[in-house]
């Protein structure tokens, strides 16, 4: 299983104060994120791996690393789910 992603085509991603609500505007689904939600959003939206993702984390935040894996392939089999995110094979 991949663990890199992309936006599809009717997902729009806006940041508000820190937050990131992200909007398929094909099913009138949204998500949203708080500010580490939304560094997760960047990063994984923006070409990174899930380990890429967990490293910046972890550097950023006093967390651990396996509490960020976790808390990252969550988010983002949810957004998944959601259809805000697809897996890049």
Excluded: N
Aim: hydrophobic content about 45%.
């Amino acid at each position: 299983m991949s663990d890199h992603f992309r936006i599809p085509a009717q997902v729009h991603a806006r940041g508000f104060d820190g937050e990131t609500v992200v909007l398929d505007l094909a099913a009138g689904k949204y998500f949203a994120l708080d500010d580490v939600g939304s560094v997760v959003w960047q990063e994984l939206s923006s070409g990174r791996s899930v380990d890429e993702v967990v490293a910046i984390l972890t550097s950023k935040y006093d967390v651990d690393e396996a509490v960020a894996k976790g808390d990252v392939e969550r988010l983002a089999g949810e957004l998944v789910i959601a259809g805000l995110l697809v897996r890049v094979p």
